[in-house]
């Protein structure tokens, strides 16, 4: 499967993004689908994941409550809605597949299989 990021941009404080994640070559609900983030300087980051069917969602501690991941298997896209964001959420934000089975708890980077390139989310206290 191939993976696009899209919808990153600079946004001030408190302010809102979506991000897609575009699949190709294979249908998201074949996978765990999740979201990742790194920022300059820091290991990459656990932010949400999704279970095939889409009734299992699983958030990091520091976005649950703001952020909202979602799918749409008819587009075949992932999306990550963020609200009230923070200067901390500043990062590339990768969107990420894992064949694995879903468990309600924090995925490992090491445990994805496909990556998507990133999108560059900036947020100006």
């Known amino acids: 499967v191939q993976l696009q990021a899209s919808g990153g941009g600079l946004v001030q404080a408190g302010g809102s993004l979506r991000l897609s994640c575009a699949a190709s070559?294979?249908?998201?609900?074949?996978?765990?689908m999740g979201w990742f983030r790194q920022a300059p300087g820091k290991e990459r980051e656990f932010v949400a994941d999704i279970s095939r069917g889409g009734t299992n969602r699983y958030y990091g501690d520091s976005v649950k409550g703001r952020f909202t991941i979602s799918k749409d298997n008819a587009k075949n896209t992932v999306y990550l809605q963020m609200n009230g964001l923070k200067s901390e959420d500043t990062a590339i934000y990768y969107c990420?597949?894992?064949?694995?089975?879903?468990?309600?708890?924090?995925?490992?980077?090491?445990?994805?299989?496909?990556w998507g390139q990133g999108t560059q989310v900036t947020v100006s206290s």
């Open positions: 990420a597949a894992n064949r694995g089975a879903y468990r309600p708890t924090t995925m490992g980077a090491n445990e994805v299989d496909y």
């Open positions: 070559g294979r249908t998201v609900s074949y996978y765990v």
